[in-house]
Structures are given as C-alpha cells and as structure tokens.
C-alpha cells in the first residue's frame, strides 16, 4: 500500500502547499483554562502542553472532564478562564470551523446518503478544492484508512469499524492542525476495539498528525498513546507516557486506574536520595521515592507481575525483599498466564505467573517478595469523613 502522506513533511497542506508554521504544526497549549456548569467546574484551571506531531490521550472515568476539555480544544465550548494556543496562536475565542480541526466521535456521525468517497470528499467540496486535487486527496485517504474497493459503498452497507475509518479518512482529508478523538471506538466490540486502535495509530503517524484522544479505557490509552493524562474530577492528576504512569502513579486514584495493583499500607521512616524507607508489618522495605507524599501513612502499590512467589520462611534472595506472607486461596490458568490470588493477613493479593513454570497449589503458604525499585508509594487517601 502506498500512503504519500506518510512522505508529506509535517505543516504541508492537503493541497501541497508548504505550511507556516514549521514543526509546531499541531502544537495545543492550554493555559489556566477552567468551565464550570452552573458555578460546579467542570474544569479546573488546567495547562496541558500537546507537543506537534504527539499522539496524546486524556484518560479518566466518566464525569472526570476529558469530553469537556477536548471541546475546549475544539472550540464548541467556550472556557470560562484561560487560554488555547495551537502552533503559538491564540485560538481561545476563533470559531471551531477557523480551527483547522478534524473531529473524529463514538457514533461515526457519516452522512447516510453520500458513500465513502463521497464522505471524505465532502469537506474538500465546502472548502472548494479544484476536482482533480480532490479526486486525488480522496484515492489518498481511503488508501490510508484501507478502504481500498469499498469507496462506492454507502454508511449502511459498511461495520462499524469501517465506517469509523470512514470517519478517520473524512477527519483527516483537510489535513488538520490537529486531529482530536473522543471514544472513536467505544461503539465497536472489543477484537475490533483492537484492531482499529492498532491502525488509529498507524494513520496518525502516517499522516504526521497530532491527535487528543478521549477514553476511558487503560488498555486503549496504553496501546495508543506517546503520553496521556489522568483526569479525575475535572483536574488532570498526572502527566506522563504510559510506562511513566503504570511504575511511578502520583497517588492511589492513578495507581488503581491503570490496571491490577496489590495495595500494602505502611508507614514512611524516611528518605534519601531517590529512594523511601517505608515499615510494612514487620518488614522494613526501601521504594522508589515519590516527592508529592507529604505524611507518613503510606501505601505500597506492586502490580502483580511485580511479586515474586519465595518459599514461607526462606531465606529472601539477594536484590528482593519480603513485603508480607500470605496463603494461596486460588490458582487461574489463564492462557499466557497464571493467576495467583493470596491472602496476606486479610489484604487480597495477586501475582502474575509464568504459565510454563509450576503452578504453587491452594494452602500453600509462601513470602511475597519484591524488588526495592518495583515498589510505587503512594500517599493513603484520608478516611472517609477524616
Ligand atoms: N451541559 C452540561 N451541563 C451541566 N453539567 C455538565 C454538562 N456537560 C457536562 N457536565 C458535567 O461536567 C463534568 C465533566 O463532564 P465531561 O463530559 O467532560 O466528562 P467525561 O470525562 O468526558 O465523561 P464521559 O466519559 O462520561 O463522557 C461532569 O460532572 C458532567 O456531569
């Protein structure tokens, strides 16, 4: 397949011709932008930095804000503070059509009597594109959303995901500054969920676009994004790529958002020099040092494949450390890998396993242990009513 924007150096037009404003083409500055509904905010005062060319995703559950402030993006909200930048220009009160913004939704939103060609051409029609360059963008685009034999279908006669690569096609035909998505696939199962988020990613570098993505979905964001933010209660709580978020989460909310994590409490002793001295039980462990804990109630968070199964009253191997004991309550096969869950004094646990090695049986008591820079602390969150 030969996809000629894959070559188009970041800032041409759809036309070809060279953009102005060079390789900040697609850079979203948001400073101190906040919307509130009927004095509730929606949106803290917020900054985010979007750099041109990033594949960025704004994370959270429902209700956290991230539709809110990608419409601010868009310019179909209006913030109440604070202003909005795209390549160093302030866009904060420019009209969403002056944008130069390709908006891809959950519900495709393909006008139903136009067919593919059609649909992607559309844009390019309203913005009065000579035939021929259209024709051209058009080949261009259902090539790069491999679409190829199916330009003359109508919506109604496409899946989902091929409509919502219809989309992507018609989002992209204009050549956006920037390309923002909000649940692009939360309509589609989850094989399809899959596949279509591989090739979102494949288009978007394709096309050197920057891309906001919305959703709520961890695995979604980890697949896709060059880094993303936590929202929660209208504040991004952490920025980051993905790996950054997944070993060192700011505080419990994010350590729990993005995946499986085994939860220790503990008490901080002290620090020094990049890393925690923490009192788990009767162990005494060092973690990776996280400067936003302010008091000493803390909690340990160590994913699953983190752990390490030692025998119960073994001597801990050198470069480990024993965080608690624990008895095996439940042992899953789960294909590429084996599930363990434990009881560790009353706290749950679990531990990923190697599927090939031997599997430990129920009742069996053993050591959880874990390596010093595996441990993410994390500041316990204040009793209710506290
Ligand atoms: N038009 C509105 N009027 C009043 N409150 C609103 C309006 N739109 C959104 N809100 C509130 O603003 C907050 C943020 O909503 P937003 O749609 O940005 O969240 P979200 O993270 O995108 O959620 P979801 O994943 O469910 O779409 C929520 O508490 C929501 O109830």
Redesign the pocket.
């Known amino acids: 397949m030969s996809i000629s924007t894959a070559s188009r150096p970041n800032g041409a037009n759809a036309d070809g011709s060279a953009a102005t404003a060079g390789d900040r083409r697609g850079e979203v500055v948001v400073s101190d932008i906040g919307l509130d509904?009927?004095g509730v905010p929606?949106l803290a005062d917020t900054d985010l930095h979007v750099h041109a060319g990033e594949f960025f995703t704004l994370l959270?559950p429902?209700?956290?804000?991230?539709?809110?402030l990608l419409r601010i993006i868009a310019g179909l909200l209006d913030p109440a503070r604070g202003t909005l930048h795209i390549d160093g220009t302030d866009v904060t009160r420019t009209p969403t059509q002056k944008r130069d913004i390709g908006f891809v939704f959950q519900n495709y939103a393909l006008f139903p009597h136009l067919t593919v060609a059609e649909n992607i051409e559309y844009g390019l029609k309203v913005r009065k594109l000579p035939a021929a360059k259209r024709a051209a963008r058009v080949a261009e685009m259902v090539d790069l959303v491999a679409l190829g034999g199916y330009a003359d279908r109508y919506p109604a006669q496409l899946s989902g995901g091929q409509q919502q690569r219809v989309a992507l096609g018609r989002a992209l035909a204009q050549n956006p500054r920037v390309l923002l998505l909000d649940e692009p696939l939360g309509a589609l199962d989850r094989g399809l969920r899959e596949e279509l988020g591989a090739e979102v990613r494949r288009i978007q570098q394709e096309s050197n676009t920057t891309a906001v993505y919305?959703t709520?979905d961890q695995e979604e964001a980890f697949i896709l994004s060059d880094r993303m933010g936590v929202?929660r209660d209208?504040r991004i709580c952490q920025l980051g790529t993905p790996e950054e978020l997944y070993r060192e989460p700011k505080d419990l909310f994010v350590a729990k958002f993005l995946g499986k994590t085994n939860l220790f409490p503990g008490r901080l002793t002290g620090t020094d020099a990049g890393s925690a001295h923490v009192r788990v039980g009767d162990h005494d462990l060092t973690a990776r040092a996280n400067p936003a804990i302010a008091g000493a109630d803390v909690v340990c968070s160590v994913r699953p494949e983190q752990l390490i199964l030692g025998g119960a009253g073994a001597a801990v191997p050198a470069g480990l450390q024993r965080i608690a004991d624990a008895a095996i309550t439940e042992v899953r096969f789960l294909g590429q890998r084996r599930s363990i869950h434990l009881d560790a004094d009353g706290i749950a646990c679990s531990v990923d396993l190697d599927p090939a090695a031997p599997a430990p049986a129920v009742g069996d008591r053993v050591s959880l242990l874990v390596r010093p820079g595996e441990i993410a602390l994390v500041a316990a969150e204040p009793a209710a009513g506290a």
């Open positions: 509904y009927n929606a959270g429902s209700g956290s804000g991230k539709t809110t919305v709520h929202m209208g």
